[in-house]
Every structure is written in structure tokens, then in C-alpha cells.
T-cell receptor, first 112, second 113 residues
Framework: DAGVIQSPRHEVTEMGQEVTLRCKPISGHDYLFWYRQTMMRGLELLIYFNNNVPIDDSGMPEDRFSAKMPNASFSTLKIQPSEPRDSAVYFC??????????FGSGTRLTVV | KQEVTQIPAALSVPEGENLVLNCSFTDSAIYNLQWFRQDPGKGLTSLLLIQSSQREQTSGRLNASLDKSSGRSTLYIAASQPGDSATYLCAVLSSGSARQLTFGSGTQLTVLP
């Protein structure tokens, strides 16, 4: 199993541009999570899906952030327009039921 | 609301020492507790998963225990090595309909050669 796959690994963009982060969960997992990690705030849950349906998006900072899961093997997190304060490492994780979580390697986003 | 605390925040030990990292949580109604390792600039690697019905899990030099009634878990690392240097995170999956993993703030471990 290749694990949770995220792309790109690094993204540098200018303020105001649209950014799309991608995630492929482990096959057979029914939960997918998007986290953001910063030095100041640690790990924050942004949104999670169960069977491709968004369940809790209360962690999404504002309307500039959106996430989709069109099928069981793919999810995107989009930021439009991006701002410097969005700079962080974004992690995707997946799990099945109440088993342990598996995290991807993350996308390091820098907005200049 | 579940809260997870890790003590100490940082730890520096000489190579070869056995050490214990502590994790405490406020709500004992949990599905499981998971220990992760994070190297600088890297993702989270799962080390051990303890289900609520279990008392401990072992993997190589690592042993994690869970005392649900007292809201505590410990991660024991035997014969520490410089390669063990990393941040160790404890995370709790609380019972209920939500699937929010609550993380501690981590213990930054440095093993000196």
C-alpha cells in the first residue's frame, strides 16, 4: 500500500492566487481528514469526510477555503484567494472506522 | 471537550537511556489512543495504536500503555538512539459520532550521541 498520497509536496504562490491541494486516501478507508499545521497553532482539523460526504467543516477558517471529495479515492482542498497567513503545512489523513489514522507527507504552502 | 496534555514539552537525554513520555487526557470515553512521531519538516508517522479495551502495545523498543480510568498513557522508549530524536505526539479519538482526533502539543526529544 502506498499510503496516503498528497500533491504537490511544496507550493509557492503569490497572494491572491488560487491554490489546490490534492489527496489520495488509502483504498478502503471511509474517513478522510484535512489538517493544517503551524508553529503557532499546532495541528488544526479543517474538515473531514465520511464516505465522500463532508461531515464537519467547522475548522475551515473562512469562505476562501473549500474542500471536495468527488469519489472515494480523491479529495481537494482549495484556497481562493490565497493570503500570506495561509502559509502552513497541510496534511491529509485517512482511516477506516475507529482504526488508527494514516497521514500523508503533507504539502508545504508558502504564500508570498 | 477533550483536552490532551503532554509532559515534558522537551527532553534531552544521552544515548542508551530508557525514557518515558507522558500523555494525559480529560475525557476517558475514547475509542483509541495513538502515538505519532514527527521529524522536522516531515509528516506524522504512526508508532503505536492502543484500542480502548487494551492496556498496552509494543513495537520493537517502543511500549505504550493506556490507563483509561485515570486518563493517562505513557510511551516507553528503551535504549534510546540519536535516530529517535523527533517530536512525539499523542492523539486521542473520543467516543461519539464525531471523528475528531485530539492532539497533544508534543514532546520534542533529543538523544545525544
Amino acid at each position: 500500500d502506498a499510503g496516503v498520497i498528497q500533491s504537490p509536496r511544496h507550493e509557492v504562490t503569490e497572494m491572491g492566487q488560487e491554490v489546490t491541494l490534492r489527496c489520495k486516501p488509502i483504498s478502503g478507508h471511509d474517513y478522510l481528514f484535512w489538517y493544517r499545521q503551524t508553529m503557532m497553532r499546532g495541528l488544526e482539523l479543517l474538515i473531514y469526510f465520511n464516505n465522500n460526504v463532508p461531515i464537519d467543516d467547522s475548522g475551515m477558517p473562512e469562505d476562501r477555503f473549500s474542500a471536495k471529495m468527488p469519489n472515494a479515492s480523491f479529495s481537494t482542498l482549495k484556497i481562493q484567494p490565497s493570503e500570506p497567513r495561509d502559509s502552513a503545512v497541510y496534511f491529509c489523513a485517512s482511516t477506516k472506522g475507529t482504526n488508527g489514522y494514516t497521514f500523508g507527507s503533507g504539502t508545504r504552502l508558502t504564500v508570498v | 471537550k477533550q483536552e490532551v496534555t503532554q509532559i515534558p514539552a522537551a527532553l534531552s537525554v544521552p544515548e542508551g537511556e530508557n525514557l518515558v513520555l507522558n500523555c494525559s487526557f480529560t475525557d476517558s470515553a475514547i475509542y483509541n489512543l495513538q502515538w505519532f512521531r514527527q521529524d522536522p519538516g516531515k509528516g506524522l508517522t504512526s508508532l503505536l495504536l492502543i484500542q480502548s479495551s487494551q492496556r498496552e502495545q509494543t513495537s520493537g523498543r517502543l511500549n505504550a500503555s493506556l490507563d483509561k480510568s485515570s486518563g493517562r498513557s505513557t510511551l516507553y522508549i528503551a535504549a534510546s538512539q540519536p535516530g529517535d530524536s523527533a517530536t512525539y505526539l499523542c492523539a486521542v479519538l473520543s467516543s461519539g459520532s464525531a471523528r475528531q482526533l485530539t492532539f497533544g502539543s508534543g514532546t520534542q526529544l533529543t538523544v545525544l550521541p
